[in-house]
């Protein structure tokens, strides 16, 4: 039988061996706009990517839309993505998945979009 102390001693050496395993996993890629990623792209590589969605690009047939960036554009593919309803034109959108080239370029291959909010203080049309 164990005794009191030894018992408290296992569950916080398990513990502490947890914390420690937590730190050996591998951390997320970090978020990279969309000239950093395609200044350094790789073929099959995971990534995140952070950019505005081009406008008229966003294409539901296809499941498709254009991520753009200072000087250059990244074709996003969300067909095995799940999206939010606020993708729209000139949103910023985080996009992670599986960086692929084509015969068209580069295309990502969506796992995950999240779209950011529309912020309160942003300038409401009015149609007159």
């Not at 960086?99 to 909010?117: F, R």
């Amino acid at each position: 039988m164990l005794t009191r102390r030894v018992k408290l001693l296992l569950v916080g050496a398990a513990i502490t061996v947890g914390l420690f395993a937590t730190l050996l996993v591998d951390a997320p890629a970090p978020t990279m706009t969309v000239d950093d990623l395609l200044a350094e792209a790789r073929d099959g590589r995971d990534v995140a990517v952070r950019g505005e969605v081009l406008d008229g690009s966003i294409d539901n047939g296809t499941s498709t839309f254009v991520l753009e960036g200072e000087s250059t554009t990244l074709t996003i593919s969300f067909l095995d993505a799940t999206v939010s309803n606020g993708l729209g034109d000139n949103r910023t959108v985080y996009a992670e998945g599986t960086l692929k080239k084509t015969e068209g370029g580069w295309v990502l291959e969506a796992t995950t979009i999240k779209t950011s909010c529309p912020s309160k203080y942003e300038e409401e049309t009015t149609t007159d």
